[in-house]
């Protein structure tokens, strides 16, 4: 079996695994993983309405996969996606917040606010990492919690009087869309998906088409034949952070200036960064994989809401679901191996 | 007859491959017996079936003239079956003694016994005359030594047939005529020896048989008092093989490369190049010999812009490049095969054809205002790849799945074709078969003949011997003498590349 094929039988082995063992705990903890599964299909998928939810989920989950695919691909584990996103979604509303613009200048303002500031904040790992060798895994985690609490203060002293949460932004930055909303029945569904669609074409483009996305592949693959072939692993790398950070603020800015139209305090992190580390391992980390990948986990986190509604279930279960496939395609090995048997008797 | 080890008819397939096909090899006891082929012939699957890595589809294995079955190298080593590997298996910070025993500890209450180890593994160093110091660290060790440690290790496990895996490919020439006698020690104890190997010489000197593999299929068994390197040489290869590198006079004229009291410190501070002074000319192959270790890798690094040098100058067509970026040196003429060619040479998960363009995927016409074009690099790589006659199922082949040798015609065929005014070729040919030796040789002196400077850096003597003009011995980050490769010999090139002073006239 060629080794293409066997990239894309992986995922969907995986997936199916997720499902199977899913539906085995529901089976022992008395639910019925039926009814469940029709929930979160209806939920997901059932009404235009839910669609419209789903592919909104969809948006941050694509923008937050190419972040950390992106970085992958140069050989950078990219973890703090979530900080890169909360920094963009903060930049974002600022600038929806701050002045009143004309449209077609204020929002394309604020969406590439949200991807300077979480480039900017992409950067200083990046440049930490070439500079002294600091690993970037260490620097990013700690990035995401100076993120998160710096966000909160300026939301709380800056841009509201001691409140919690951010005025709207202006509907001149708004990516929402009377339009899409009135196509799914007035789900929040906004623009953000054409953002985020571009933004894979960038990636492939980059990466395939040009002579730095051959660098970066080159310096992710091997950093000693690249820098014998005179390429700076350097800037490469503080390249490679910056662009994996701009992806993971645009979706920020998804959040900032599409879902909510605001910004808030949070108790927490969002979760999504996270998620996007899942989003590219399932999608290979190719860009096509990555839309895949969001579109699935995407559906299975709008779904889930729906289970304890309509089959009792809680919606829980849905997050076991996705850490099983995530530890099965981690577990990638496992399944080559089990596929190379299953060959080789198919052969003989 | 009284054979010691007997394979017969061995088959071992991978997928899609046959790697060993109806191979027979039967050593006698007290014998030295050469197992003969190019890389990827099937040796290291052969002696991995015996030692039980492998379980071959079809055939026998006999010891002593009893059919066994070895699921586990544990069994191998049961049977009497030690290995000495290429790369050695020593754990630096430890003792001669601690690396022995490691595995199959003596202990007492609990506690390592090594004193007794230590009695021990004494006893067995002075029996076979390795002259092994049983506390000495291996960090502080030669090679040489620490090849003996490995000796000892299958000794002390009791090893009565012992497997040589090309157990010269890192010693000097005096080392290696040290390990020659051993080797004839242990065959006067009553031991016998597998010898991997294909260098022919070796062949010569020490064994008693040799059986030759080629392609997987075994070839045959011949007595090694019965043939000659020729003939060995065509049985390895299947065709005739010149040894004798053809060239003509080589004509040197204005001086390309000038380097002046060059120093550099290594990875570890330390210095390692310490006031080098070297001039290569135009039309003329200089080769370094030298122990491994004596600054080749640091003067190399300094060269091509890897590494910082601290002080003095080298000039390029007079201009000075020290410490320039590497690109800058690749683009003031300057190609480089390197030493490591996995490491260095290619980004093995890009195609072949990819990699062709390497240093030069930045320029027209390969890019157009940084949008790559890759019509034109594949057609650069498929044109390529057809003259230097790199064997791959295409262009767009990861360069993972081609073979040593034709990973390294392709890395000759890019740096060739840059035509830089001095070409510096590290190890070109390490592991590489007859074959392939050859062509490589045959593109370097082409470069020569060409007109251009080539710096020839190599661990093998016969090497610089026959492709060289002239030879710089480098000892201690020094270049401590200049010898004519016609007037000299391994002997003497041995002793000034241990640091023995010699006084050259004009030099």
């Known amino acids: 079996m060629s080794s293409r094929m066997k990239n894309i039988i992986v995922p969907i082995l995986a997936v199916l695994l997720g499902i199977i063992v899913g539906t085995i705990i529901m089976l022992i903890t008395g639910y019925d993983a039926g009814a469940a599964f029709i929930a979160l299909w209806d939920g997901a998928f059932g009404d235009i309405y839910y669609t419209g939810e789903t592919i909104r989920q969809v948006t941050p989950y694509i923008l937050a996969g190419l972040a950390v695919g992106f970085a992958f691909k140069t050989g950078l584990f990219n973890i703090g996606v979530e900080g890169q996103l909360i920094v963009g979604w903060l930049a974002a509303v600022w600038v929806g917040v701050a002045f009143e613009l004309p449209k077609f200048i204020h929002l394309p303002l604020a969406v590439l606010a949200a991807a300077a500031a979480g480039a900017l904040w992409a950067f200083i790992p990046g440049l930490l990492k070439a500079k002294f060798r600091v690993h970037e895994v260490i620097v990013t985690i700690m ?42 029945d007035y789900s929040r569904l906004h623009w953000g998906i054409i953002v985020a669609l571009i933004c894979v ?52 800015a998804m959040e900032g200036l599409g879902t909510f139209g605001y910004a808030s305090i949070r108790g927490g992190f969002t979760g999504v960064g996270f998620d996007g580390i899942a989003v590219a391992l399932l999608g290979g980390n190719t860009p096509i994989g990555i839309i895949l990948a969001a579109v699935l986990f995407g559906s299975l986190k709008v779904g889930a809401l729906n289970m304890p509604l309509e089959a009792g279930v809680p919606n829980e279960l849905v997050d076991i679901i996705i850490a099983l496939i995530v530890f099965f395609v981690a577990a990638s090995y496992m399944i080559r191996i089990f596929i190379d048997r299953i060959g080789k008797k198919g052969a003989k | 007859m009284d054979y010691v080890i007997e394979m017969l008819g061995i088959r071992k397939e991978f997928p899609g491959i046959v790697a060993n096909d109806n191979i027979t090899l039967q050593v006698k006891k007290g014998e030295i017996h050469a197992l003969l082929g190019e890389n990827g012939a099937g040796k290291s699957t052969l002696m991995n079936v015996l030692f039980g890595l492998y379980q071959p589809e079809q055939g026998e294995i006999k010891v002593k003239g009893k059919s066994v079955k070895i699921t586990n190298p544990n069994i191998a080593n049961d049977l009497g079956i030690g290995m000495v590997h290429q790369h050695f298996m020593l754990v630096d910070p430890f003792t001669v003694t601690e690396n022995i025993i490691l595995g199959s500890e003596i202990t007492k209450g609990g506690k390592i016994d090594i004193k007794t180890a230590e009695k021990k593994v004494s006893e067995i160093s002075e029996k076979y005359g390795l002259a092994v110091d049983p506390r000495a660290k291996i960090q502080d060790i030669s090679v040489g030594m620490q090849q003996r440690v490995e000796i000892l290790k299958t000794l002390y496990r009791g090893a009565e047939i012992l497997i040589f895996d090309e157990p010269t490919a890192v010693l000097t020439p005096q080392e290696i005529h040290e390990l020659i006698q051993i ?18 010489k070796e062949i010569m000197e020490v064994c008693d048989r040799v059986t030759v593999i080629r392609k997987g299929v075994g070839i045959g068994t011949v007595n090694v008092s019965e043939t ?24 040197p004229k204005q001086e390309v490369l000038q380097i002046q009291d060059l120093r550099v410190k290594d990875a570890r501070g330390l210095p390692a190049i310490n006031g080098l002074d070297l001039t290569i000319r135009a039309g003329e192959i200089v080769g370094i010999a030298g122990v491994d270790g004596n600054g080749q890798t640091e003067l ?44 260095h040479g290619l980004v093995l998960d890009f195609p072949i054809g990819e990699n062709m363009v390497l240093q030069t995927y930045y320029q027209k016409p390969y890019s157009n205002g940084g949008i790559l074009n890759y019509k034109e690099i594949y057609k650069k790589a498929k044109g390529l790849i057809d003259e230097f006659d790199v064997r791959t199922p295409s262009e767009f082949t990861p360069a993972r799945a081609l073979s040593g040798g034709n990973q390294q015609k392709a890395i000759i065929g890019r740096e060739v074709d840059r035509n830089p005014d001095l070409l510096i070729a590290a190890q070109p040919t390490r592991g590489l078969d007859v074959g392939a030796i050859e062509f490589i040789h045959k593109r370097l002196i082409e470069q020569r003949d060409n007109g251009k400077a080539v710096l020839l850096l190599s661990f093998e003597l016969d090497e610089v011997m026959n492709v060289s003009d002239r030879i710089a011995v480098i000892y201690e980050g020094q270049i401590v003498a200049i010898v004519d490769p016609k007037e000299t010999t391994e002997q003497e090139l041995g002793l000034l590349m241990a640091g023995s002073k010699r006084k050259e006239a004009g030099e």
């Open chain 1, 143 to 184: 990035m995401n919690y100076i993120a998160l609490h710096v966000a909160n203060y300026i939301i709380r002293t800056v841009l509201s009087e001691k409140s919690d949460r951010t005025a709207d932004v202006f509907p001149s930055a708004s990516l929402r869309s009377p339009f899409l909303e009135g196509l799914t």
């Open chain 1, 201 to 252: 074409f960038i990636m492939w483009f980059i990466l395939e088409k040009t002579s730095r996305g051959y660098e970066l592949k080159a310096v992710g693959f091997n950093q000693h034949a690249s820098e014998y072939a005179g390429m700076s692993v350097k800037s490469n790398i503080i390249l490679s952070m910056v662009i994996s950070g701009a992806f993971a603020g645009l979706a920020g």
């Open chain 2, 183 to 200: 080797m004839k020690t242990l065959i006067k104890e009553g031991k016998s020896i597998i010898l991997i190997t294909h260098k022919l």
């Open chain 2, 228 to 251: 000659n390197p020729n003939d060995l040489a065509s049985l390895m290869v299947g065709r005739e093989v010149t040894f004798k590198t053809e060239k003509i006079e080589a004509s």
């Open chain 2, 300 to 343: 190399l690094e300094a060269i091509t812009g890897l590494r910082k040098s601290e002080s003095g100058s080298i000039l390029l067509n007079g201009k000075e490049i020290r410490n320039f970026s590497p690109r800058k040196v690749t683009e003031s003429g300057v190609g480089h095969i390197p030493q490591d060619r996995h490491k």
